[in-house]
């Protein structure tokens, strides 16, 4: 709150980013962009420095993005100029009381806008539309939409980051629509780490890190990225989720499981279930990824991307693809 008011002050204008999955990726679509611009520009939030560091920093000329959690939110009395709601979906229940209060949450981000602000929102998820409508803006803008122009500059794979990529054109608009400009701040972007980052070729199989993918939506979308035979690293500890539409997904794209973690029991019965070839591990990352050298064939994709949390046997999410990484890479050198 602080920090809002501070910039209402200086008239610094903040770009905010919500959703479930996706901000610090579209938060960085939009920051490298916005530097291709030339645009004085600064990223904050979960992803880049904390805000208020960059305070003596900040003139009429400066821009922020802010990546912005439920929890950031959950009390924000003020609202950025320009609010990106990306897709919604179930997480952190074990915090919040439930999915309302989860959602009420993230509505902050436009509660407290003015007609004079803009809000972008993702128009086939129900809760954006839900958090779009809070706010007073006269300027609301649906995505996605069509953005063949710039699919070939971006350097992420999966249909979600084209999304990411089409909330962040849309956000800068304000500030350029160059079209060289965009694609080149998308070019720029390589990706974040542990979303969806390649690791080394094993045995002919592909390796990806995707151990931000903590949610079901962003481990299906994580699956969808690829059309080859996949081997899903699944599992890690509940943040009250259910887990059927996951494995109901392997089943339909014949992918296999390994299943990890405190949540991994669930997974491994509910695999036994509907007859997805699964393996159960409780043991180390070096195990879990021997497991999936045994699994994998030559051309096949292995991705970790539990849509779990990691606090079970892991500091964090990073904690957890740092040692998937390094046994990944034991093994293929």
């Given at each position: 709150n602080e920090f809002f008011e501070r910039c209402a002050e200086i008239n610094v204008p903040i770009i905010g980013v919500t959703g479930t999955k996706g901000k610090g990726t579209t938060c960085?679509?939009?920051?490298?962009?916005?530097?291709?611009?030339?645009?004085?520009?600064?990223?904050?939030?979960?992803?880049?420095?904390?805000?208020?560091?960059?305070?003596?920093?900040?003139?009429a000329e400066s821009i922020v993005v802010y990546e912005l959690s439920s929890f950031q939110l959950w009390d924000l009395r003020r609202s950025p100029h320009i609010a990106v709601v990306l897709p919604i979906e179930p997480d952190h229940l074990d915090i919040h009381a439930d999915m309302d209060d989860y959602v009420a949450a993230k509505a902050n981000?436009?509660?407290?806008?003015?007609?004079?602000?803009?809000?972008?929102?993702?128009?086939?998820?129900?809760?954006?539309?839900?958090?779009?409508?809070?706010?007073?803006?006269?300027?609301?803008?649906?995505?996605?939409?069509?953005?063949?122009?710039y699919a070939d500059a971006?350097?992420?794979?999966?249909?979600?980051?084209?999304?990411?990529?089409?909330?962040?054109?849309?956000?800068?608009?304000?500030?350029?629509t160059d079209t060289e400009v965009i694609r080149q701040g998308l070019s720029n972007f390589t990706g974040l780490p542990h979303r969806l980052k390649f690791?080394?070729?094993?045995n002919g199989a592909k390796y990806y890190d995707d151990s931000i993918g903590t949610t079901l939506g962003s481990s299906i979308a994580a699956l969808n990225s690829f059309a080859q035979p996949k081997v899903l690293i699944l599992g890690g500890s509940d943040k009250g989720a259910d887990y059927a539409p996951i494995v109901e997904h392997c089943q339909a794209t014949d992918t296999k499981i390994i299943a990890i973690g405190q949540t991994g029991a669930i997974i491994a019965e509910?695999?036994?279930?509907?007859?997805?070839?699964?393996?159960?591990?409780?043991?180390?990352?070096?195990?879990?990824?021997?497991?999936?050298?045994?699994?994998?064939?030559?051309?096949?994709?292995?991705?970790?991307?539990?849509?779990?949390?990691?606090?079970?046997?892991?500091?964090?999410?990073?904690?957890?693809?740092?040692?998937?990484?390094?046994a990944v890479r034991v093994l293929a050198d």
């Open positions: 960085s679509f939009i920051y490298s962009i916005l530097q291709a611009a030339g645009k004085d520009v600064y990223l904050v939030g979960n992803i880049g420095t904390p805000a208020l560091e960059i305070l003596p920093k900040l003139t981000i436009t509660r407290h806008q003015t007609e004079s602000d803009i809000v972008v929102y993702y128009d086939h998820n129900q809760w954006s539309r839900t958090i779009d409508a809070h706010s007073a803006a006269a300027n609301k803008i649906a995505y996605p939409f069509d953005i063949d122009q971006i350097r992420l794979p999966g249909a979600h980051n084209l999304d990411n990529a089409c909330a962040a054109i849309v956000a800068v608009r304000s500030y350029t690791v080394a070729t094993l509910l695999a036994q279930k509907l007859g997805v070839v699964c393996t159960r591990v409780t043991g180390l990352m070096s195990d879990v990824v021997a497991a999936a050298d045994e699994m994998a064939h030559a051309g096949d994709v292995v991705i970790l991307s539990p849509a779990s949390a990691s606090f079970d046997q892991y500091a964090n999410y990073a904690n957890r693809g740092d040692q998937f990484i390094a």
